[in-house]
């Protein structure tokens, strides 16, 4: 299992960002798909997740309304769409899976600053 995350970097407040995750080594549209983020001193936090076939989505309340979660399974690539960024989204930005055991990204670094 691979997770490579993408198109995290510096935005001002209420700026967009879109992160993408490239995932190989299994079979991508039978597995659900989550983002999670950790900010310094603070602990790793679910922020999206969506079914195999993305028929069901779910978010962190802090980020309902402005993120939305989607994938292309026929590209093995899992999206997190961020709409009015705001500071305290600061964090790195997690891909994760569950295939036999949990499996994370890299991360990718997002950081909201004027």
Known sequence: VQLVESGGGLVQPGGSLRLSCAA????????????????????????????STGANTNYADSVKG?????????????????NSLKPEDTAVYYCTTYVGRRHWGQGTQVTVSS
């Not at 597995?31 to 999206?48: D, F, H, I, N, T």
């Not at 402005?66 to 961020?82: I, P, W």
Request: proline share 2%; no cysteine.
């Open 66 to 82: 402005r993120f939305t979660v989607s994938r292309g399974n026929a590209k093995n690539t899992v999206y997190l769409q961020m």
């Open 24 to 51: 190989s080594g299994f079979t991508f549209s039978t597995y659900r798909m989550s983002w999670y983020r950790q900010a310094p001193g603070k602990e790793r936090e679910l922020v999206a997740s969506i079914s």
